[in-house]
């Protein structure tokens, strides 16, 4: 069974620096691709950072380019996301997903086809 279990969610000032941990369990990391969401009470989930721990390749939304980096421990199956300068809007509820990779080793950033997640850590920015 895939368990995602995040953390380190927290309140911080506006342009201080959370790291948040997704601790994987129940596949094989190298088959899955995982990615960083998060969303605020009454709007969509948005896709924000993405990473092939296979491959290293990684992915990041333009909202949050320069500012927060995907990076996986495979032999730990846990992935971080390092955020820092956070703004204000950067407040929400942060939750990791996976997606199983295509043979081709393609995935898809659309949060329809990540198939488990975790139950999310709230990240609230003050200013």
């Known amino acids: 069974e895939v368990q995602l279990v995040e953390s380190g969610g927290g309140l911080v000032q506006a342009g201080g620096s959370l790291k948040l941990s997704c601790s994987a369990s129940?596949?094989?990391?190298?088959?899955?691709?995982i990615g960083w969401f998060r969303q605020v009470p009454g709007e969509r989930r948005e896709g924000v950072s993405y990473?092939?721990?296979?491959?290293?390749?990684?992915y990041h939304v333009d909202s949050v380019k320069g500012r927060f980096m995907i990076s996986s421990d495979n032999a730990k199956k846990t992935v971080y996301l390092q955020m820092n300068s956070l703004k204000v809007e950067d407040t929400a509820v942060y939750y990791c997903?996976?997606?199983?990779?295509?043979?081709?080793?393609?995935?898809?950033?659309?949060?329809?086809?990540?198939?488990?997640w975790g139950t999310g850590t709230l990240v609230t920015v003050s200013s």
């Open positions: 990473i092939s721990p296979s491959e290293g390749s990684t």
């Open positions: 129940g596949f094989n990391f190298d088959d899955y691709a």
């Open positions: 997903a996976v997606q199983k990779l295509e043979e081709s080793g393609v995935y898809y950033y659309s949060p329809v086809r990540f198939t488990s």
